[in-house]
């Protein structure tokens, strides 16, 4: 799942706290009768006659914030706009001048938080804000302006999504774009209206084309929001990245110089107590989520199980009933700011999940938590399922294994993804503390006893440990503020002291992070260890890979398909060991050192992966290899299929090409190379460039198998490792130090190499002259590779 936040990548953005009640949808003609309500927010209306969007010219100067979102997505995991996505807030205010009424955004990067009305200016007139919109005054009993040209715009950015996206460009067609008149809402703090937005393009991508009925004209519905800011009260909590939370952050230009200019917040919902304090109490007013209804069963109970493990989090902080999750009111509208919502998304392939928010700007107080579940994403998890289960001679329990995987797996992310619209940020090492968070990636847990694999524990159940600080840390109360500052640091100090360890995104997801215990997908508090066990279990897995994977009516050419979760089994955990290699291990301040991995766990790490590198372990059982026959009639590859060098026949040596190309990159990664070099300059006693590389091609150039079925397996292996030696070579990340050294290192193995090939014969000698051939060549020409077109490693995440 990936974090939502308009701040990161994972994916945030920005408004307040309103209290969630279950009310349904106000109609149309009560939205009407609503406008002539001095209770109302901003009054708007559709006259049928001239098509105009008629707004009410009042409350001008008066900040308020501007969301928009997708009331009707895309249905693309690869374009990213989908139903329900939150796009950015906005904090803006209409200004009037003469006959002009503009819309003006804010500038809320910069300020002073000071008494003093001139410092505020001062700050005010040094930075500059944004005019979104100019309108037209009309004057009468009731001044009103036209905003169809406000709102039937992008504000969204859905033309620049599809751009980047390679979709090509498109542009916003206005003529075949415009107003629903039956969309507008009107509530006492939000108003509401939807757009029809087309946008046209002479040459759409093939993204585009695949999930809409003309891609040259793409139409989906917009909505805007304009919701009144929280009403005073809230306190915000200063940002400390050990407590794991997800942050906003403004330079305070009224701050004594001796102190930070950077002001950085927590983001979390208003909750509060009825008896204040650090006591357990009632709440004013519980977080309430609701769940979409279009999740069907027994997706639906599994989702709300488990949002609702949060419950017990809030609990334990002392907030008597203050988290609740409730299936959605018939008729209430998913898009409304008022509610928290766990929305079931269709897409035409699956992909990621996110956890979005809208929150104040000022204070980084949250209104509305949105979560978006991709609804493929579960098919992935039976399909792994059915593979690790494809030997159980009971069948209905391993489809009820199977079936109950999947469903945890469910449960795990509709907590994971809703962690984060609670304000928690992504927790990466938890997986190395026993699973301490839910707000780690997890990889399915599967056992091998006496030769079969059980899976009936493959996800935990409820929130962890560390989430259960984290809330406390979040929301707890206190007595005092001077009692606020010693708890939480005392809270602090009590995690580490538990062992708990929160290393997060920027740290772990990148393929040059380098920390040992933060990784995504991975398991196990020694990832080496679990990569040698997940081994034998993978290699078990492909012993009993059979038909029975296949769901019913599927044809047998689809097993290959089903075939690539397996065969790719260890590939998260390969990632996982390969960060021992030059890699660190440091904290966000619980102490004030951090080290490089130990020569031990290097050199650990290094033979896993030559081991998970060799033949043996890329070549498939002979008895599997017979099984997978072509696809068949309108059945085709997909990129979810292994690519072939054969045509329809499947390509054992193309699988073997891909994983050992991810092992090799892994272990060859530049900046990892480089933390090696460094390492050792400190220590002799450490992993040398050297000694890294000598053991990569002993165990892999200089290593014929003795076996001939294996011979062709080594080949491609070697050419691949060359590519990888080569691609750091000459890349842009590698150091100056490193290159000299790879470079000398290489053109001694070239007449190793050549000498080794006259020790061989046929083939062999052929494939060895050939290697140094082309590793003389590389020397000399930075974008020469032994492979020219890699074949594509099958996409993986999200499981």
Not at 115 to 144: T, Y
Not at 540 to 554: E, H, I, P
Not at 662 to 678: A, F, T
């Amino acid at each position: 799942m990936k974090l939502s936040s308009r701040l990161a990548v994972g994916i945030f953005i920005a408004t307040s706290s309103y209290s969630t009640v279950t009310h349904a949808a106000i109609d149309v003609a009560a939205a009407q009768q609503q406008q002539d309500s001095s209770q109302t927010f901003y009054q708007l209306k559709f006259d049928d006659d001239s098509g105009d969007l008629l707004l009410n010219v009042e409350k001008l100067n008066q900040p308020f914030l501007l969301v928009t979102s997708l009331v009707q997505g895309v249905g693309s995991n690869d374009i990213g706009l989908d139903r329900g996505q939150l796009g950015t807030t906005r904090l803006v205010q209409f200004e009037r001048y003469g006959r002009d009424l503009v819309l003006k955004q804010l500038n809320t990067k910069y300020r002073a938080d000071s008494d003093n009305p001139a410092e505020q200016q001062a700050v005010k007139d040094a930075f500059a804000d944004s005019i979104l919109w100019r309108g037209k005054i009309v004057d009468g009993k009731q001044p009103k302006v036209a905003i169809n040209d406000l709102v039937v715009n992008d504000l969204h950015g859905v033309a620049a999504r599809l751009k980047n996206t390679g979709q090509g460009s498109y542009q916003l067609a206005k003529g075949l774009s415009l107003v629903e008149p039956k969309s507008i809402k009107i509530f006492p703090k939000n108003a509401d209206v939807d757009v029809l937005l087309t946008f046209t393009s002479n040459k759409p991508g093939n993204y585009a084309w695949q999930v809409t009925p003309d891609a040259k004209k793409l139409t989906l519905k917009m909505r805007y929001s304009m919701v009144a800011l929280p009403e005073a009260g809230y306190q915000s909590r200063a940002y400390d990245p050990r407590s794991g939370y997800l942050s906003g952050s403004y330079m305070d230009y009224a701050q004594p110089i001796d102190k930070p200019i950077t002001q950085r917040y927590l983001l979390r919902h208003r909750l509060e107590k009825v008896n204040p304090g650090s006591a357990p109490s009632k709440v004013k007013k519980p977080i309430v989520y609701y769940l979409d209804r279009g999740a069907p069963e027994p997706i639906r109970s599994a989702l709300l199980e488990g949002a609702r493990w949060w419950s017990t989090a809030f609990e334990q902080a002392g907030f008597v009933d203050g988290f609740k999750v409730e299936l959605l009111p018939k008729g209430a509208d998913p898009q409304d700011v008022r509610y928290n919502m766990i929305q079931w998304v269709h897409r035409a392939t699956r992909g990621w999940s996110y956890g979005s928010v809208i929150h104040d700007p000022r204070n980084g107080e949250i209104i509305k938590g949105h979560v978006t579940l991709g609804s493929l994403r579960v098919r992935q998890d039976l399909l792994i399922a059915r593979g690790l289960t494809a030997g159980w001679q009971d069948r209905g329990a391993a489809d009820k294994a199977s079936m109950e995987m999947a469903l945890a797996r469910i449960r795990q992310l509709s907590a994971h993804e809703l962690g984060h619209t609670i304000g928690i940020s992504h927790n990466f090492a938890a997986s190395s503390t026993h699973d301490a968070s839910v707000m780690d990636y997890p990889h399915p847990k599967f056992t091998l006893n006496n030769g079969k694999i059980d899976i009936n524990n493959a996800y935990g159940v409820g929130v962890g440990k560390w989430d259960e600080f984290a809330i406390k840390y979040g929301y707890g109360k206190f007595d005092s503020q001077k009692e606020q500052k010693q708890s939480l640091q005392a809270l602090i100090a009590q995690a580490h002291k538990d062992g708990l360890r929160n290393i997060g995104e920027s740290d772990s997801r990148a393929a040059d992070a380098s920390h040992i215990y933060a990784s995504l997908w991975d398991n196990g508090t020694n990832a080496i260890d679990e990569l040698n066990r997940m081994q034998k279990v993978r290699q078990q897995a492909l012993k009993d890979f059979n038909v029975n994977v296949l769901l019913d009516g599927q044809p047998l050419g689809e097993l290959s398909d089903a075939l690539v979760p397996m065969y790719l089994l260890s590939r998260y955990q390969i990632n996982a060991a390969a960060k021992y290699i030059g890699g660190t291990d440091y904290d966000y301040g619980y102490t004030n050192k951090w080290q490089f991995s130990s020569n031990e766990s290097q050199r650990s790490s290094l033979k896993a992966l030559l081991d998970a590198l060799s033949p043996q372990q890329l070549a498939l059982p002979t008895a599997l290899k017979t099984q997978l026959v072509p696809k068949s009639g309108a059945y085709r590859r997909t990129r979810e299929s292994f690519a072939s060098r054969l045509g329809v026949i499947s390509d054992e040596l193309g699988m073997a090409e891909v994983l050992s190309r991810h092992i090799s990159d892994n272990i060859l990664q530049p900046k990892r190379l480089n933390r090696i070099d460094e390492a050792h300059r400190g220590s002799a006693e450490r992993l040398s460039i050297k000694a890294l590389l000598t053991q990569v091609l002993n165990s892999t150039w200089f290593n014929k198998p003795s076996q001939t079925n294996m011979v062709r397996l080594w080949m491609r292996t070697n050419a691949v490792v060359a590519d990888s030696i080569l691609a750091s070579l000459h890349h842009p990340n590698t150091s100056a130090e490193v290159k000299a050294m790879m470079a000398e290192h290489l053109v001694l193995t070239s007449k190793q190499l050549a000498r080794y090939a006259r020790q061989n014969s046929g083939d062999s000698e052929a494939h060895l002259q050939w290697l140094a051939a082309g590793i003389n060549k590389g020397l000399k020409e930075p974008k020469y590779r032994l492979i020219n077109e890699p074949l594509a490693l099958p996409p993986g995440s999200p499981i």
